[in-house]
């Protein structure tokens, strides 16, 4: 995923590797028959995609994009290249950390995409002119923000830490806590017609189809 002139080629793109990641849930005939390999490296590739959707949309928006409404998105950044734009988060975010000699910044040190506030920060940070629908897209109660980066660190370490972790977000959607990570994300929350897993893509979609919007 790389970022777009266009946001609505950068929606298209993230949305699409969505639903590429529902329907290999789906090819099971039952949730609760998916296999661990299946459900370890959804949620793993699940908070990639958002990650990588995130960095995206920041750098699309620093260089002046246009949203899907058609509206050509300002900053008060001057960046250049995707490397100025970068240095800019990095100032924002992790002062401390330099380039490398080329003055290039190591995607390892960059600050943590996945985090709804990191993108708040920085786009607030370079007066985005579109900050008013990202804080109002990234504030409408989403809870895969919080409990999928628990459940991709136990799939990441697989450690008694992260799993008590990760079990202990089950109660949030009424489902119990005595469940091993992979099954909690196999159940339907309560009222949900779709495994919990399922609810953070629906989640996903719609948060990349509002931030994009305008």
């Known amino acids: 995923m790389r970022p777009r002139k266009c946001l609505i080629k950068l929606q298209a793109t993230a949305i699409k590797k969505v639903y590429r990641l529902k329907c290999l849930l789906s090819s099971i005939s039952h949730p609760k028959d998916a296999p661990e390999l299946y459900i ?3 949620t793993i590739e699940t908070l990639n995609t958002w990650s990588n ?7 699309s928006c620093a260089l002046h994009s246009k949203a899907v409404n058609g509206n050509r998105i300002t900053t008060t950044s ?3 290249n995707f490397n100025d734009a970068i240095g800019y988060a990095m100032q924002c975010c992790r002062p401390k950390v330099t380039p490398n000699s080329s003055g290039i910044w190591a995607r390892r040190e960059e600050p943590a995409w996945h985090d709804p506030n990191i993108l708040i ?3 607030t ?3 985005c002119s579109n900050i008013t629908n990202i804080r109002d ?3 409408g109660g989403q809870t895969f923000f919080s409990d999928l980066p628990t459940f991709r660190n136990f ?3 697989r450690n008694q830490e992260t799993e008590l972790a990760a079990m202990n977000k089950a109660p949030r959607y009424s489902i119990s806590a005595t469940l091993k ?10 009222g949900e017609t779709s495994i919990l897993l399922v609810k953070w893509l629906d989640e996903i979609e719609v948060t990349i189809e509002y931030l994009c919007y305008e």
């Open 40 to 42: 370890a490296n959804t």
């Open 53 to 59: 959707f995130s960095r995206s949309f920041y750098l």
């Open 78 to 80: 001057r960046a250049a």
């Open 121 to 123: 920060r920085i786009c």
């Open 125 to 127: 940070d370079i007066q």
């Open 137 to 139: 897209g990234l504030s």
């Open 155 to 157: 799939y990441a370490h």
């Open 181 to 190: 990570p992979s099954a909690i994300l196999r159940e339907f929350p309560i």
